[in-house]
């Protein structure tokens, strides 16, 4: 994949978990459940993100 490609595939990424964590933060605010296993999927996705990013520069 070309940095371009590659570029556009991470602000994908951010945009789609930014979305995600959105709707989870406001059915916790509204007292809503949500699944647990939702919420590790998450937290491992932004760590593997953070990670990959943090050690690449």
């Given at each position: ?7 556009k ?8 978990l ?6 989870c933060s ?7 459940n949500?699944?647990?296993e939702d919420?590790?999927?998450i937290?491992?996705?932004i760590?593997?993100?953070v990670?990959?990013?943090h050690?690449g520069?």
């Open positions: 994949m070309n940095a371009t490609k590659d570029l595939q991470v602000h994908l990424t951010v945009r789609r930014g979305e995600i964590t959105q709707r406001e059915k916790l605010y509204a007292n809503e949500i699944p647990f919420l590790k999927i937290s491992t996705i760590e593997e993100f990670d990959r990013f050690r520069k």
